[in-house]
């Protein structure tokens, strides 16, 4: 089990690792080494998260999701496949971790008194530029 927050934990036989070959700069070890990572975890069919980090989870990945429901990272920063694999793990366990967050209902609130006059003000001001420009004044 992976330890992500103090409530949720994922198995590690949710997540498949693929591994290919790394695009860039590394010369022969590029051409020769499959060092990248493709990290692929199923959300949708995943029995660790919760319903609703799920859903935040869907949302924050974006383009890294398929049709599906799964969710793919893909990392080649470092040289070795080991580094890769911890890089690409935790990059989910990061994107998880911010999916089970709840966002902060909005409370509705309403303009003080002090806040309606300066708009009203201001829009008094414009009003009076605005007429100064023309060529029969509005304002005499």
């Known amino acids: 089990m992976i330890r ?19 695009s860039g700069p590394g010369g022969q070890n590029v051409n020769k080494l499959s060092t ?11 029995r660790s998260l ?3 980090v799920a859903a935040r989870l869907e ?3 974006g383009s890294r999701l398929t049709r599906e429901g799964t969710l793919v990272i893909t990392a080649q ?3 070795t ?3 890769n694999r911890q ?4 990059r989910l366990i990061e994107l998880i ?3 089970a967050i709840p966002p902060v209902k909005r409370r509705p609130t309403r303009p003080t008194a002090a806040a309606r006059e300066r708009r009203i003000e201001g829009k008094k001001h414009r009003g009076m530029v605005k007429g100064l420009r023309r060529t029969k004044p509005l304002f005499d």
């Open 97 to 99: 971790r911010r999916a």
């Open 36 to 46: 990248a990572v493709q990290l692929r975890f199923d959300v949708r069919h995943s």
């Open 4 to 22: 992500v927050t103090a409530k949720i934990s994922i198995d590690e036989r949710e997540i498949a690792e693929n591994f290919v070959r790394a």
């Open 87 to 90: 890089d690409a793990l935790d």
């Open 77 to 79: 920063r470092h040289r």
């Open 81 to 83: 496949q080991a580094r």
């Open 50 to 52: 919760p319903d609703d």
């Open 59 to 61: 949302r924050l990945a």
